[in-house]
């Protein structure tokens, strides 16, 4: 897995972690939650609905489902993100300083991606448009690259 590190100030992030992310399928979960993917080997299911991470809110669809929640820019046009981003600050951590986008080789996950469209429940909570799930691991080796973004001026906007 190719890892790039990139320290800038918060009002930098957005452009940065787009220029990466768009037209992309990724992952975005907080440094600590990267560190055990490495350990594991895999993106891995909330199985028990312990873990926590940016996206981890008990009333979403993914964590009800126990599912791996995804964003997925691969069609997506400027609008799809800017709402998305009014819903869900996908570029930087609400929490810490440091986020980590997990970029996804989009052909292995094809046949079991759960698109944003098929939700089977509509009270869950979901971010419309560009949240996708997948119902198993995803192993470290269908990520060809992390994007690892330490915000260097915590009070420049967060």
Same mark, same amino acid.
């Given at each position: ?14 452009? $940065? ?8 399928? $990724?992952? $975005? ?10 350990? &594991? *080997? ?19 669809? *993914? ?9 997925? $820019? ?14 869900? /600050? ?48 995803? /192993? ?11 915000? &260097? ?6």
């Amino acid at each position: 897995m190719n890892e790039i590190h990139k320290t800038l100030p918060y009002r930098e992030t957005y452009e $940065f972690v787009l220029s990466h992310v768009k037209g992309r399928l $990724f992952h $975005f979960t907080t440094y600590d939650n990267y560190q055990g993917i490495l350990k &594991s *080997g895999a993106i891995e299911p909330n199985r028990d609905g312990t873990r926590r991470g940016h996206c981890t809110r008990p009333e979403s669809y *993914g964590f009800k489902n126990r599912l791996i929640s995804l964003f997925d $820019f691969r069609m997506a046009d400027k609008t799809a993100i800017e709402r998305t981003g009014e819903n869900y /600050p996908f570029w930087v951590s609400r929490h810490t300083c440091r986020s980590v986008h997990l970029l996804l080789d989009e052909q292995r996950l094809k046949g079991k991606l759960i698109p944003n469209n098929v939700r089977k429940e509509p009270w869950a909570d979901y971010i419309p448009g560009t949240e996708c799930w997948y119902p198993e691991d995803i /192993p470290i080796v269908w990520i060809p690259t992390a994007l690892v973004v330490t915000v &260097s001026k915590i009070a420049d906007g967060i």
